[in-house]
């Protein structure tokens, strides 16, 4: 198809979906935050994600609607502080 002529074998297509900003803002509010906050996101000592605004990073960055894997709820046990 005509549409297709610029592509080749190989090439790569991105989709960036964004977090809806109603969802993104609960969110904010629930972590006790403005969305101006410049955050970072750690693996393995190092840095992954950011420096970049808490609204930014729940925006267009992280996925804030699957259910979490056991080792990120794993990750947030030490900064929970209702022991149940």
């Known amino acids: 198809p005509p549409e297709l002529a610029g592509y080749e074998p190989g090439d790569h297509l ?3 979906p964004h977090n809806q900003p109603a969802l ?4 904010l509010q629930r972590l006790g935050l403005t969305g101006d ?3 970072s996101c ?3 000592g190092r840095v992954a994600l950011g420096p970049a605004s ?3 990073l729940f925006s267009e960055y992280l996925d804030i609607t699957s259910v979490p894997r056991h080792a990120m709820l794993a990750a947030l046990v030490p900064h929970c502080a209702d022991p149940v």
Request: charged residues 30%.
């Open 37 to 39: 906050e410049v955050l």
């Open 54 to 56: 808490a609204r930014v």
């Open 14 to 16: 991105g989709v960036y």
């Open 42 to 44: 750690e693996e393995n």
């Open 24 to 27: 993104v803002e609960h969110l």
